[in-house]
């Protein structure tokens, strides 16, 4: 299984952008699939997920939304109402189950996209 993330960028606050991660090797719709951020010098945090049903750190909740196109084989969070704080690098992940959970317990990694939200 192979992810591949993409979408990322440089946004004024307010602004928005759409992650993609595109999954070969298997049926995404046999995996939860998680989105992950990491900011220099912090932990790589929970964003949200999508699988048997969905999740979401409180702090995206209401501006950030996660979806997925199974055909497509691929996984989007929409952005939206951007912080500074949001600035971080972006890895979407791959568990073998459709049971969503919030910690860094996934199967296999992609290797990122930079968010960058300016003040």
């Known amino acids: 299984v192979q992810l591949q993330a993409s979408g990322g960028g440089l946004v004024q606050a307010g602004g928005s952008l759409r992650l993609s991660c595109a999954i070969s090797?298997?049926?995404?719709?046999?995996?939860?699939i998680g989105w992950f951020r990491q900011a220099p010098g912090k932990e790589r945090e929970f964003v949200a997920a999508?699988?048997?049903?969905?999740n979401y750190r409180d702090s995206v909740k209401g501006r950030f939304t996660i979806s997925k196109d199974n055909a497509k084989g691929t996984v989007y969070l929409q952005m939206n109402s951007l912080k500074p704080e949001d600035t971080a690098r972006y890895y979407c992940a791959a568990r073998k189950t459709v049971v969503v959970v919030t910690s860094t317990n996934y199967d296999y990694w992609g290797q990122g996209t930079q968010v960058t939200v300016s003040s």
């Open positions: 999508i699988g048997s049903s969905t």
């Open positions: 090797g298997r049926a995404i719709s046999t995996y939860a």
